[in-house]
C-alpha cells in the first residue's frame, strides 16, 4: 500500500511543513520505498517530481523540502510497489492532458483484474493497475463530454459511478486534479483538516517539527490536506467514509 | 529565440557537464531568461524539470548541475518568450503520451499564422505557438498510423513534409524524443557532435571547465550532443543543414 498527500488551497502556500513528515514515511517512519513523486500546480502548468529511490534518500525530496514552491493545488504520493516493477514510469502522480488542461492522478490501493477496453486515446506507459485506471477515467470522461470540459459540479457527478466502478475492483484510494479543484476518493482511508483563521500551531506526528501557521498565513488564508494517515498529533482530522468522494475548491470541501 | 540542447546515447549517460554550459546561456552569457526546462527519459518513465526562472538562478537547474542523472535520451531549452506569456505552461520541454508512450517536444523559432485544426485528441495548455506545432504533429501521425506506433523510419518519412509544414510558417528548430531515439529538425541553426572512443577532453566555451571523457566512459561508449550553438570550443561540431531532419539512435544519426 502506498500514502497519498494533497493539498488544496484559496492562495498559492508552500507543502514544505507537510511534505517534511510525509515523506519521512517513504522509508524511514514507514516502509514505502518504492519511489515517490509529487506534483504542483502552477495555474495550469505542472512541475512534476517523480523518483524510484526512497523519498528519505532522494536529493530532489530534499530540493523539496528547502525549496518552498507555492501552489493552490498539490498532489503527492510514495509507493510501496504492489503491481508494476520498481521504474521511473510506475511511479505516481501520473499526468495526461485532457480538455487542454493537465491532469494529475494518485492512487493508494491494489486493483484485481481491472482491464477495461482502452481505445488508445490514454494509454499506459508503465504497467500499474492506477495509471490503467487513470487512462480509462479520462476516456470515459471525454466520452461522456466530449471536447468541453464541464463544469465541477458535473464533473463530480460523472465522476462517482466511474470510480465506484473501478474500486468494486479493489481498494481506490485517488487524488485527482486540473489545477482548479482537487478530487478525493476515499475506499479504505483517507483524512483531511481544513486550516484557516485563526491558525494555530501544529506539530508533525513523524518528526520533532512544529510550525505557528499563524506566523506565516494571513486571515484570509485556508488550506486544506488531505492524507491517508494523519500528519500531526494535535490537530483535529476527518476521516473520509468507506466510498466517499470529496470535491475540495479553495480549500473547502464542496 | 530560445536554445535548445538533446543528447542520445547508446549507454545511459549524465548531461552535467554540457548542461552546465548551457544552463549559463540561461540569463549569463546570453539572454535567454523567461525560463528553461529538461525532460530525461528513463526507459519509459520521464523526469521533467521546468521552471520560469531563469536557468542561472534556479534551484532546480543547480540540482541538475550537481545530481547527475543518467539518460539515454534528454531534451533542454532555454527560453526567451517570443509568443506566450512567462509561465510555467508556456515552458517547454512538453510532454504527451502517444502508442502508450511519452512524447517529449522542444522548439526553437518562432511561427506566424500557424493555427492548424486541432481534433481535440492532444490540446496546448499553454499558449505558445511552440506546444500547439507540438500537439498538431502527434495528430496527424496518430492520424496516419492508428493506434500502432511505426518503425521508427516510417515514423521519420511521415514526419518530415509534417515538420516541412509547419517550418513553412517560420524558423522551427526542433527536438522530439520518446525515449527510444531522438529526432532534431533544423531551420536555421543546428549542430551535433558524436563522442566515441578514443574519448578527448572538451572545453566548454561559456565557462572555465573541462572534462575529460576518457576518464568517465567506456571505449563503447557512444554519446551524440545536438545543440543551438556549440557548447565547446575545442572540438568539431557539425552544422545541420537548413531543412534537415535528423534521426539518432543509440548516439548516431541514421
Redesign the interface.
Known sequence: MCQLLGMNCNVPTDIVFSFTGFALRGGRTDTHHDGWGIAFF???????????QAAVAS??AE?IK??PIKSKNVIAHIRKATQGVV?????HPF???L????WVFAHNGDLKSFDPLLD???????TTDSERAFCWLLQEL?RRF??TRPELAELRAALQPLVAHIASHGTFNLMLSDGSALFAHCSTSLHYIVRQFPFLTAKLSDEDLSVDFSQVTTPNDRVAVIVTQPLTDNETWTAFAPGELKLFVDGEPQ
Chains 1, 2 share one sequence.
Not at 87 to 91: D, G, Q, S, V
Not at 120 to 126: C, D, K, L, T
Request: hydrophobic content about 35%; some cysteine; aromatic content about 14%.
Open positions: 502552477e495555474d495550469a502548468g505542472v512541475r512534476l517530481f517523480v523518483d524510484h536529493p530532489i530540493l528547502n525549496y521504474a521511473l514510469e510506475n511511479c499526468v495526461r492532458e480538455w487542454g488542461r493537465y488508445g486515446a490514454f494509454r499506459p506507459v508503465g471525454r466530449g471536447d
